[in-house]
C-alpha cells in the first residue's frame, strides 16, 4: 500500500512539468496567460474607419488602428451602439487598446491615454465637461476659457487664485476638512511634457470609510505662452494612482478641432414620488396645474409683527401664499433645528396646504455654520463621512412631525464661490455636491417623510465662470428632485439695469431644454434700490450713496414684472412661486454695519410698496375670475 501511494505522489509531481512540454519547447505561467489575453485581443474591425494617425500614442502601443481592440464611437453626446450612421456636431472615439485605452474629444481638440482596455465614458454634459471612468476612477476633464480677467499671464493668475486653486493651496483649508497632500504641488511646470504647463495639486480624504474614491489629482494643463484657455482635469481614484495619472498627463496631445461639443442630456424626467402623503400630492398637482404664480417673501429674523404689517392694508392688502424662512446647519460653535428655529414660525405663519387658506411653508436649508461666508469649513466630506447623519435624522423626523406640505429647498446657489457647499470647497469636483444631497434624501426616505417636496434652486448665472462649475454639473440623481429653482437678482446699483423680462427669459432659455418637465419657483428674488454705500470697482471700495437712490427704477421694474404675468408672457409659464427677498444688505464700512442695498418692503419705500400692491391687487382679481 505504502508503495502504491508513493508511486501516485511521484505522477502527481510530475504532471505540470509534462503539461508544460510542447512540441516547440515549455512555457511559463505568465506566458501562457499573455497567450490567453492575445487570443482575446482582436483587432476592432471598424477601427480603421475611424483611425487617425494624430491620435497615435506609441508610448502606450496605441499608434495604429491594428491595436485597437475596442471601440466606442459617441455622437452628440449619446454612445452609438452601431458604429454606422456616426454623424453629429458632436463626435469623440475610445480605442481600447491592450491595458489602455486611447480617447479623442474631436470637438475640443485633444486625446489623451486613460488606464485600462475597457475604459467607459459619458458624454450627456458634452458642452461642459467629459467623465472617463472605470471601477478604479473617474476622470472629469473640461476645457475652460471664460477667464474675464484677460488673456496674459497675471489675469490667469488672478482667475485661477480667485476661482480654482486657493484653496488647495491653503494649509488651513485642508486642515478644517481634514484633507491631506499625498504630494507636493507642482506649479506652472513645463518639463513635465514638452510644450505644456502643469500645475498639479494631489489631495486626499481622509477618513474616508463611506467615500469610494478619496484620492484626487487635479491639474491645470495649458500650451506653453497661451492663456486664453486651459483644461482642467479632476482625477479621483479608489486607491492612490500617481504614476498612472501622470503618465496619463504625459499622453496628452491637441489635435484640430472639429465640430462643436453638445450636451447630449436632453429632458430631465419628472417622477411624482408615490410615497407622499395625499396632502402633498393634491398640492404639487396643484402647482403643475395652476396658471397663476403663488407669491411669498422672505422676512429676515422672527419679526411677526412685520409679517402682519406687510399683509395690511397699508402695505401690500395680501396675505402670502407661500412663507419662506431659512436653516443653517449651525452657526459657528452652536447647532440649530428646526424644532427650535423654524417650528414656532412655522406655526404661527404657515401650516398651508394649498387649500386651507394659509402660506405653504418653504423651507431653505443650508449646509453651513457662518452663513455662506465660505471661510474654508464645508461640512460636504463630513457629510460623506458620516457624521452629519444624525442631525438628518432629526431634521427629518422634525420635518415629517410637521405634517403639511414643505417646499424643501436645499443649499440654493451652490454654482457659486459664495456658499459653504460650493464647487470650490469640494476639490472642485460638483459630484460631491450630488453625493451629499442623495445622501441625505436617502435618510429622509428611510425616516418615512413624506410631505417634502425637493427644490434643485441654483443662481442664473454660474461663478466662477467656468465650464466645470455650471448647475447643470451639480444636478443630483433626478429621482431626489420635484421642482425647478430659479434666482435671478438685479441689484439696481450699475449704470445699466436689466428688466425681469429680460432676466428671466434667459433663465427660461438655459432651464427648458432640461427642466421643462417639472413646475418652476422663484427661489428669491429681488430688484434694488440702492444703499447708504455703493461699491466702486474703479476704487475697489465704498463710497457713500444717498439711501434709496434708486426707488424709482425699482418700483417700474416691479411694475413691467407684473406686466409679463399679466400678459401671460411664455417665460413666465413655468413659473408656478415667486419668493421677494424683503431683506437688505449690509457690509461693513469703517467698522460700522451699513445698508448697500434696500430690498425690504416697507415705508421707507413707497412707491416700490405701491407698485406690488397693484400688481398683487391685479392678479388676484385675474385669479379670482
Known amino acids: 500500500m505504502k508503495k502504491i501511494f508513493t508511486l501516485i505522489l511521484l505522477v502527481l509531481m510530475l504532471l505540470p512539468a509534462i503539461s508544460a512540454c510542447t512540441e516547440g519547447g515549455s512555457q511559463t505561467?505568465?506566458?501562457?496567460?499573455?497567450?490567453?489575453?492575445?487570443?482575446?485581443?482582436?483587432?476592432?474591425?471598424?477601427?480603421?474607419?475611424?483611425?487617425?494617425?494624430?491620435?497615435?500614442?506609441s508610448e502606450n502601443g496605441i499608434d495604429t488602428a491594428e491595436k485597437v481592440f475596442s471601440l466606442g464611437v459617441f455622437s452628440d453626446g449619446k454612445s452609438l451602439g452601431s458604429v454606422a450612421g456616426a454623424e453629429g456636431?458632436?463626435?469623440?472615439?475610445?480605442?481600447?487598446?491592450?491595458?489602455?485605452?486611447?480617447?479623442?474629444?474631436?470637438?475640443?481638440?485633444?486625446?489623451?491615454?486613460?488606464?485600462g482596455g475597457k475604459v467607459q465614458a459619458d458624454f450627456s454634459l458634452g458642452a461642459l465637461r467629459s467623465q472617463y471612468f472605470t471601477d478604479e476612477y473617474c476622470l472629469t476633464l473640461t476645457y475652460e476659457d471664460q477667464n474675464p480677467y484677460g488673456d496674459h499671464e497675471s489675469g490667469l493668475d488672478l482667475y485661477l487664485h480667485e476661482?480654482?486653486?486657493?484653496?488647495?493651496?491653503?494649509?488651513?483649508?485642508?486642515?478644517?476638512?481634514?484633507?491631506?497632500?499625498?504630494?507636493?504641488?507642482?506649479?506652472?511646470?513645463?518639463?513635465?511634457?514638452?510644450?505644456?504647463s502643469v500645475t498639479l495639486h494631489s489631495i486626499t480624504i481622509n477618513l474616508p470609510l463611506k467615500i469610494e474614491m478619496p484620492y484626487y489629482n487635479i491639474a491645470i494643463v495649458r500650451?506653453?505662452?497661451?492663456y486664453e484657455y486651459f483644461y482642467l482635469f479632476v482625477f479621483k481614484s479608489v486607491d492612490e494612482m500617481h504614476e498612472d495619472f501622470d503618465a496619463m498627463l504625459k499622453s496628452f496631445r491637441e489635435i484640430e478641432k472639429s465640430g462643436t461639443p453638445v450636451n447630449g442630456q436632453g429632458k430631465f424626467e419628472c417622477n411624482?414620488?408615490?410615497?407622499?402623503?395625499?396632502?402633498?400630492?393634491?398640492?404639487?398637482?396643484?402647482?403643475?396645474?395652476?396658471?397663476?404664480?403663488?407669491?411669498?417673501?422672505?422676512?429676515?429674523?422672527?419679526?411677526?409683527?412685520?409679517?402682519?404689517?406687510?399683509?395690511s392694508e397699508e402695505a401690500l392688502d395680501y396675505d402670502m401664499d407661500v412663507y419662506m424662512t431659512y436653516l443653517h446647519m449651525g452657526w459657528y460653535d452652536s447647532e440649530s433645528t428646526f424644532e427650535e428655529s423654524i417650528k414656532p414660525r412655522a406655526e404661527k405663519h404657515a401650516g398651508g396646504n394649498g387649500f386651507n387658506g394659509k402660506p405653504v411653508l418653504m423651507f431653505t436649508y443650508?449646509?453651513?455654520?457662518?452663513?455662506?461666508?465660505?471661510?474654508?469649513?464645508?461640512?460636504?466630506?463630513?457629510?460623506?463621512?458620516?457624521?452629519?447623519?444624525?442631525?438628518?435624522?432629526?431634521?427629518a423626523q422634525s420635518i415629517k412631525e410637521y405634517g403639511k406640505p414643505v417646499l424643501f429647498r436645499l443649499c440654493n446657489e451652490m454654482n457659486t464661490d459664495w456658499t459653504d457647499y460650493c464647487g470650490m470647497l469640494s476639490l472642485v469636483d460638483p459630484d460631491i455636491f450630488q453625493m451629499c444631497w442623495e445622501r441625505m434624501y436617502n435618510i429622509f426616505r428611510e425616516q418615512g417623510v413624506d410631505n417634502c417636496i425637493w427644490i434643485f434652486n441654483p443662481i442664473a448665472t454660474s461663478c466662477p465662470y467656468s465650464n466645470w462649475g455650471n448647475e447643470l454639473c451639480y444636478v443630483p440623481?433626478?429621482?431626489?428632485?420635484?421642482?425647478?429653482?430659479?434666482?435671478?437678482y438685479e441689484m439696481n446699483n450699475g449704470n445699466t439695469v436689466k428688466s425681469f423680462k429680460e432676466m428671466y427669459t434667459q433663465v427660461y432659455n438655459n432651464g427648458m431644454p432640461y427642466f421643462d418637465d417639472y413646475p418652476w419657483c422663484i427661489g428669491e428674488f429681488a430688484c434694488g434700490a440702492g444703499g447708504e454705500y455703493y461699491f466702486d470697482w474703479g476704487t475697489n471700495g465704498y463710497i457713500k450713496s444717498e439711501l434709496g437712490r434708486n426707488e424709482n427704477l425699482q418700483a417700474k421694474w416691479i411694475e413691467e414684472m407684473f406686466k409679463c404675468f399679466e400678459k401671460d408672457e411664455e417665460f413666465c409659464k413655468?413659473?408656478?412661486?415667486?419668493?421677494?427677498?424683503?431683506?437688505?444688505?449690509?457690509?461693513?464700512?469703517?467698522?460700522?454695519?451699513?445698508?448697500?442695498?434696500?430690498?425690504?418692503?416697507?415705508?421707507?419705500?413707497?412707491?416700490?410698496?405701491?407698485?406690488?400692491?397693484k400688481g398683487l391687487a391685479e392678479m388676484k382679481k385675474d385669479t379670482l375670475e
Open 29 to 57: 505561467s505568465d506566458e501562457v496567460s499573455n497567450l490567453e489575453e492575445s487570443e482575446v485581443l482582436v483587432t476592432d474591425k471598424n477601427a480603421a474607419s475611424f483611425w487617425n494617425e494624430a491620435y497615435a500614442d
Open 89 to 115: 456636431k458632436d463626435l469623440r472615439y475610445l480605442f481600447g487598446g491592450d491595458g489602455f485605452t486611447r480617447a479623442v474629444n474631436l470637438p475640443e481638440g485633444y486625446c489623451l491615454t486613460l488606464p
Open 163 to 196: 476661482w480654482l486653486t486657493e484653496q488647495f493651496a491653503d494649509v488651513k483649508f485642508l486642515s478644517a476638512n481634514n484633507l491631506r497632500r499625498t504630494r507636493q504641488p507642482i506649479t506652472n511646470d513645463t518639463e513635465m511634457f514638452p510644450g505644456y
Open 223 to 226: 500650451p506653453v505662452d497661451t
Open 272 to 311: 411624482v414620488p408615490e410615497f407622499w402623503n395625499e396632502e402633498t400630492k393634491a398640492y404639487y398637482e396643484k402647482l403643475c396645474k395652476q396658471e397663476h404664480v403663488d407669491w411669498g417673501a422672505f422676512y429676515q429674523g422672527n419679526d411677526s409683527d412685520y409679517v402682519d404689517w406687510l399683509a
Open 366 to 395: 443650508q449646509w453651513t455654520y457662518t452663513n455662506n461666508a465660505a471661510n474654508g469649513y464645508t461640512p460636504m466630506f463630513d457629510i460623506l463621512r458620516g457624521k452629519m447623519d444624525k442631525k438628518f435624522v432629526e431634521l
Open 477 to 488: 440623481d433626478i429621482e431626489c428632485v420635484q421642482m425647478y429653482g430659479v434666482t435671478n
Open 574 to 613: 413655468r413659473i408656478k412661486v415667486a419668493v421677494w427677498f424683503s431683506a437688505n444688505d449690509y457690509a461693513t464700512v469703517n467698522d460700522t454695519s451699513v445698508i448697500t442695498n434696500y430690498l425690504k418692503l416697507d415705508e421707507n419705500l413707497p412707491k416700490t410698496l405701491e407698485a406690488f400692491r
